[in-house]
């Protein structure tokens, strides 16, 4: 039997969360070598395939978050969430690295 897409990921009764964690250390994983470690910090594992997983799954989610409300009210609640770690990052770095750079 057929089930829509809607009815199969609704709630929070799915594993989404438990991948959107693992892609995205999947992503720190290949970011390694270019923060400042000079190589991989696990060199045997490829998880740059992984990486775009992390989008496709967070991407799902955000079209699905976008099409439960009106646009103006979607992109509210999206400023609402990234404004605040926006704002701690740039305070950070104006009041303590700058200063000790």
Do not use: K, Q
């Not at 409300?69 to 770690?85: K, N, Y």
């Amino acid at each position: 039997m057929s089930v829509p897409l809607a009815e199969s990921y609704s709630g929070r009764a799915n594993s989404f969360g438990f991948l959107r964690l693992a892609f995205a250390f999947a992503v720190v994983l290949t970011h390694t070598a270019a923060l400042g470690y000079g190589r991989l910090l696990l060199p045997g594992i490829d998880a740059g395939s992984l990486t775009a997983g992390f989008f496709v799954v967070s991407g799902f989610l955000i079209t699905r978050s976008a099409r439960r409300i009106s646009v103006p009210r979607f992109f509210w609640h999206r400023a609402l969430r990234l404004w605040p770690g926006l704002w701690v990052g740039l305070l950070f770095i104006g009041l303590v690295v700058a200063p000790l750079l």
